[in-house]
């Protein structure tokens, strides 16, 4: 059972994400975690480095990462983060993940969506 509300949230941000059609979890890069569909990642839990009393998560949001820059929790994306859209969530030990949660949800819908063939997209509500 995760002890940290970051880990907590990793936890239930991992379980929704996997009743989204054909999605599996795995391995990222390094040392993070990855949420997949059918072999293409769309979300990337964690940073090197990065201890259990912090999270940080990465996902790709065609429609929302212009205002999402904008929220304090939300690190500016460089390069090729940048050109495509991908945002990067990070919540240090004082920040309440667990209050951004649905945000974060609907975020990683919105990942899916823009990574998973078109079919498997509109099968979400």
């Not at 205002?67 to 030990?93: C, D, I, Y």
């Amino acid at each position: 059972m995760p002890q940290t509300p970051h880990q907590r949230a990793e936890a239930e941000l991992t379980k929704h994400c996997l009743t989204f059609p054909e999605t599996s979890a795995g391995p990222g890069w390094q040392t993070t975690r990855g949420l997949y569909v059918r072999q293409k990642m769309f979300c990337v839990f964690g940073a090197k480095g990065e201890p259990l009393n912090e999270l940080t998560v990465i996902m790709k949001l065609p429609i929302s990462a212009e205002m999402a820059a904008e929220l304090p929790f939300v690190r500016e994306a460089r390069g090729w983060f940048k050109q495509h859209n991908w945002v990067t969530a990070h919540f240090g030990s004082s920040d309440d993940v667990l209050a951004e949660i649905e945000t974060l949800k609907g975020w990683l819908k919105q990942s899916y969506v823009a990574v998973a063939p078109k079919k498997l997209g509109r099968m979400l509500p």
